[in-house]
């Protein structure tokens, strides 16, 4: 028997290219193989008489060759092979193309088991490139349901379904982490059946049931160990702040706080209080008043002499955050500073000597603020803005920094709650809902290309009037085959045709991190009338002057997604508008972009998002804090999600403390999976 941390190239067939091949899948090892999980299956049981199939049908049938196939040379590079082949109930003209293997193979008066779609009319059917086998031999691409896996240049199904063939052949399965009552309980495959069965299922209810297993374990797995981190976190000690009183914060300020704020920041001091590190997230909705939730908790920490570090999720975003504080704090006689790649080698230097002396109360920077070599002279606090750049990996690193601060991240997409429990279960949870009052909600209108006019003739009002304007499309170069607007192009369009006499800046993904910033620092300045960008604005700079989101496309997006893309406007005083733009009618993308339309409440919106399209979009690339899910699709699954997170916490009750073979190897695997989001971090 082979092991599963054994190398792939021990299998017959894989050399050093092919490795290779595999490799640009992640896979190196059997167990890499083994979890290499079909995306989808093709069922290709059911073998049908010729005159039982269907044009456009995929369909195994088994038949004899009635004559010697002809190839004939049509042009360079096309040849076409032809052959009829027949049953007792009729006979089909087969046309393969350029296939060398069907010419040589294809033998006049055998039997073979074909599959494959006929096309044609009442003249007569025919098919194109169908897959054969010799009807005597066992099937290993007909009468079977074949798994579809995902595959990468030069590697074809066919190859990786050997490989893992004989990978299962040779080696067992990852071990149970379930144990038996868990498994009975929620109606769980074991593990050795289910690897086998996701393979190399016999029914495709069988691939169902192995497919739910996947998913269930694992999120069964990061689920546990979310709940053993924050078990022991719970466990140590840190002093407990006694001077909590805000009086002064609170007349400090330019407003009175809302009650969603006042809540939050009790929480907060609750928490302060008790002895124990504070694992708080704070989820908002755009313009819910996060920072100053922020700023009481680092005002708190500074009047019991601890130091506070607030990582943003890029530099632009740490400098406005740094001047609004500063402003905050300076007249209370906090200091503040920040830390980001703009300063002189001779600022950062002196900046970290006030920190580690600590002159420096409040420091602001990106998330390298923790890393590097940056000393605190008594860190009490870790502030995270915008929890996808601070995942799980760091949530669980900052223990190990030898102090012990309270973390609290702030989150601006509103994540329903069910699904909450589960991405953040080593969090407490404290929520605003609730808007500062007089804030205006952004228009928001659902349009077709016909009013492609008026659009542009708004735009050109709105910049007449000073403001600005995003421009958002779902690509970045142009998609022909989606006919999907494209940043870089639609871009052009707009500067060369439409609107010659506005500035026009563009941004996008695939732009070097300094690059987009630059572009973003720029539009915030008001350097450019109109920005086309593509999502990666999603998460970006306050620009108060921007009063006009148009969003290409918009069935492309999630609706969540397209909720902080309209965030982005409405955030100075001018009234606000946002313009969807959509050439599908079907019924369900209407429904869903109307409800956008109808609210600006994102948590209504995120459960709508989570009812019409499943939990994936929630652990999508947004969320990139979280480890890689190896099961991508999960749409439609949110009650084994549930259930998973359910079998959790009754796990930690019944065997947090087992030492059955069962709960080591859960243990192990928790360890792995944290220790991947660690790599897949930065
Ligand atoms: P977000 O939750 O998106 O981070 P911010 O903290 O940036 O929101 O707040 C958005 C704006 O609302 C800021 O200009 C802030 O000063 C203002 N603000 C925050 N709280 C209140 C409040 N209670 N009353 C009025 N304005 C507020
Ligand atoms: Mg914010």
Redesign the pocket.
Known sequence: MARLSDPITILKGIGEARAKQFANLNIVTLEDLICHFPRAYEDRTQILPIEKLQADVPACFRAMVMNNPRTSHIRKGLDLTKVTVADTTGRLNLTFFNSPYAAQQLQYGAEYIFYGAVTGDFIGYQMTNPVFEPADRPGLTTRRILPVYPLTAGLNNRAVMRAVEQALAICDPPAEILPPELREKYGILPAETAYRAIHQPETMEEAAQAKKRMIFEEFFVFSAGLSLMRASRAEKQVIPYTQLDLTEFYQA??????GA?KRAIGDILADFRKGSPMNRLVQ???????????AAAAYAAARNGFQTALMAPTEILAE?HAA?LEKLFTPLGISTGLLTGGLTPKQKRELRERLAAGEVQVVVGTHALLTGDTQFSRLGLVIA?EQHRFGVAQRSGLGSKGQDPHVLV?S?TPIPRTLALLMYGDLEVSI?DE?????EPVETFLVGESYRPRINAFIRKQAAEGHQCFVVCPAVEENQELGLKAAETWAQTLQKTVFPDLRISLLHGQMKGAEKEAAMASFARGEADVLVATTVIEVGV?V?NATLMVIEDADRFGLSQLHQLR?RVG?GSAKSYCILISHNRSPETLQRLKALCKTTDGFKIAEEDLKLRGPGDFFGARQSGLPAFRMGDLSGDLQTLKDAQQASVEWIESWGQSASPEAMALRRRIGALFLRAEGTMN
């Open positions: 300020l330019p407003f009175e706080l809302t704020q908002g909705d755009v313009g819910s008043g996060k920072t100053m939730v922020a406005q609004s803005d702030m601006a605003l808007l500062p009052p007089g804030r306050d108060p965030g955030r």
